[in-house]
């Protein structure tokens, strides 16, 4: 009874206080604006009392300019973003190269870089790939084994078979099994995800988390520091540590100085006693179960995995965890009971993508499934804000016939994000590929699936923050039972969906397309 006092007691101590908005409006966006305002002086104070110096200024400007635009020019940054980069610093000369350095300096990010390479670098040998895995994947596809040896380069993610895979088509689906799941749990619970709100979903969640420690089970919790803006308060970590759940939080926002902007962790991790995980789009937040309608129905989606591929996924999360970390460890929960399931076919990848390496892991597979295609492609995916790479990979699988399908979303959550998205699909459209909107709201869902064979699912949105800024993670199948249910799944999606026609971007409110042209220039940033 004492006990039970003690987790209501402990529960509600977390609906105290403010959320950390305060804190957290300092941030990255109060540095832009300072800058910004500095630049507005700067050129006031120029035109004020230098006037007669100012054929001098305007010489020195333009000579300044041209020294950034060679800079630019020869540097290895992305393309796209070289020419965001190239019309921000012409227009704004001193705003835009005090922010071009901010961004490029990195500072707290090369500290951040040196722990992940050395945290990945110093884990890898804890996950061995089994040689007769690998020699009997790619005696069944050649093309699917040669992207499975260049993830396997990429980071530590071996091939694994004997893993049992369930497809969860919505939200709600994945979180009744999850409380199943969590209310099982003997020896540790590891979730890591990028929102965490307070409300039913968390709620349940929390309660069930708090019972198993005071049972001594040991149970994590990480999230993304960005939830300090509005949704949860600065010393929630204490707050959890109160009922003893062990938490972090993932690059906290500090006032003017933090540069985590761009590198946030995005990913959705749920790992039981080492032989159940959870992966997909789905956030602890209420919308994404649709208790809590935003933009009409929430449509999203996760995968459970059972066997021997949940390895990989403990492994993501201690290398997460073990950023701050000195002595890391590893193998008491690597060697935790996987429990096999002999009967599983196909082979199954958990993967993540690091923004601090040079390997664009989540783009590159999706590329590669495009590439190698045969019959179709359909994909479901809450944003297209595309770099010129993806976008020729779409058109060029469907203009040598792969069928290549878009469900995206009907109701957006955000303006700029759709109207960038509709840019895109008059060129899409003209080569083949095939757009649907959700008429009945918004699409979350993060997936791949292609002829029947392969498939992904997890956390990488068609974006640029996503595939380029964000860690992130999926699971890749190939052959897997799941596979049949994923598709049939977005065929009973499809069914609730409007075509988007050539005629219908025609008829496209003018505001809508001129604000897709107009961030077209900044969507490398956003």
């Given at each position: 009874m004492a006990q039970t006092?003690?987790?209501?007691?402990?529960?509600?101590?977390?609906?105290?206080?403010?959320?950390?908005?305060?804190?957290?409006?300092?941030?990255?966006?109060?540095?832009?604006?300072?800058?910004?305002v500095v630049q507005?002086?700067?050129?006031?104070?120029?035109?004020?009392?230098?006037?007669?110096?100012?054929?001098?200024?305007?010489?020195?400007?333009?000579?300044?300019?041209?020294?950034?635009?060679?800079?630019?020019?020869?540097?290895?940054?992305?393309?796209?973003?070289?020419?965001?980069?190239?019309i921000i610093i012409m227009l704004l000369p001193i705003f835009g190269m005090l922010l071009f350095v901010y961004t490029q300096s990195d500072i707290g990010h090369r500290a951040l870089k040196e722990r992940m390479n050395r945290i990945i670098s110093g884990s890898k040998a804890e996950l061995v790939q089994p040689p007769e895995v690998m020699e009997r994947f790619a005696e069944e596809n050649r093309g699917a084994a040669a992207l499975a040896r260049y993830m396997q380069r990429s980071g530590c993610h071996p091939v694994y078979d004997r893993t049992a895979v369930t497809y969860f088509p919505l939200g709600e689906d994945k979180f009744e099994e999850l409380l199943k799941q969590l209310e099982a749990a003997q020896k540790f619970i590891f979730m890591e995800y990028f929102i965490v709100e307070e409300g039913v979903m968390w709620g349940r969640i929390l309660e069930i988390l708090a019972k198993k420690a005071a049972e001594g089970v040991e149970v994590r919790?990480?999230?993304?520091?960005?939830?300090?803006?509005?949704?949860?308060?600065?010393?929630?970590?204490?707050?959890?540590?109160?009922?003893?759940?062990?938490?972090?939080?993932?690059?906290?926002?500090?006032?003017?100085?933090?540069?985590?902007?761009?590198?946030?962790?995005?990913?959705?991790?749920?790992?039981?006693?080492?032989?159940?995980?959870?992966?997909?789009?789905?956030?602890?937040?209420?919308?994404?179960?649709?208790?809590?309608?935003?933009?009409?129905?929430?449509?999203?989606?996760?995968v459970m995995l059972k066997g021997e591929a949940v390895k990989s996924f403990t492994m993501m999360f201690l290398q997460m965890w073990n950023v701050d970390e000195r002595n890391p460890e590893y193998e008491r929960y690597l060697s935790a009971l996987s429990m096999p399931a002999a009967q599983a076919k196909g082979y199954v990848i958990p993967y993540g993508d690091c923004p601090l390496d040079d390997d664009r892991l989540g783009e590159r597979v999706y590329?590669?499934?495009?590439?190698?295609?045969?019959?179709?492609?359909?994909?479901?995916?809450?944003?297209?804000?595309?770099?010129?790479?993806?976008?020729?990979?779409?058109?060029?699988?469907?203009?040598?016939?792969?069928?290549?399908?878009?469900i995206l979303p009907g109701i957006p959550d955000k303006a700029i994000p759709y109207a960038l998205a509709k840019h895109h699909y008059a060129a899409l459209l003209k080569s083949g590929v095939k757009i649907y909107e959700y008429a009945s709201g918004f699409v979350h869902a993060k997936v791949f699936v292609s002829d029947t064979r392969e498939a992904v699912v997890g956390t990488i949105n068609l974006d640029y923050r996503s595939l380029y800024h964000h860690f992130e993670c999926a699971t890749y199948l190939y052959g897997t039972d799941c596979i049949s249910d994923i598709e049939a799944d977005f065929q009973a999606t499809l069914a609730k969906c409007r075509e988007v026609t050539e005629e219908s971007v025609k008829k496209e409110k003018w505001t809508v397309k001129l604000t897709g042209c107009l961030m077209k220039v900044a969507a490398p940033l956003m």
């Open positions: 006092e003690n987790e209501n007691k402990g529960l509600a101590l977390l609906k105290k206080g403010q959320k950390g908005i305060i804190h957290a409006i300092f941030s990255r966006f109060g540095l832009i604006l300072v800058l910004f507005v002086l700067i050129l006031f104070g120029i035109l004020r009392w230098f006037g007669e110096f100012l054929p001098h200024i305007m010489g020195g400007t333009i000579l300044f300019s041209l020294i950034m635009v060679t800079y630019l020019l020869n540097s290895s940054i992305n393309p796209e973003a070289k020419i965001t980069w190239l919790m990480m999230y993304d520091g960005f939830c300090e803006f509005a949704l949860l308060p600065h010393d929630y970590p204490k707050r959890l540590k109160a009922l003893g759940i062990k938490c972090k939080m993932f690059a906290p926002i500090t006032p003017f100085v933090s540069t985590h902007y761009n590198y946030r962790d995005h990913r959705k991790i749920t790992v039981i006693d080492g032989h159940t995980a959870f992966n997909g789009g789905v956030n602890l937040a209420d919308e994404y179960i649709n208790q809590r309608p935003k933009f009409g129905h929430w449509k999203d989606t996760a590329m590669d499934i495009l590439n190698r295609a045969i019959t179709y492609v359909h994909i479901m995916t809450p944003y297209l804000i595309l770099d010129e790479e993806m976008k020729t990979a779409l058109k060029f699988a469907a203009e040598r016939g792969v069928e290549v399908a878009l």
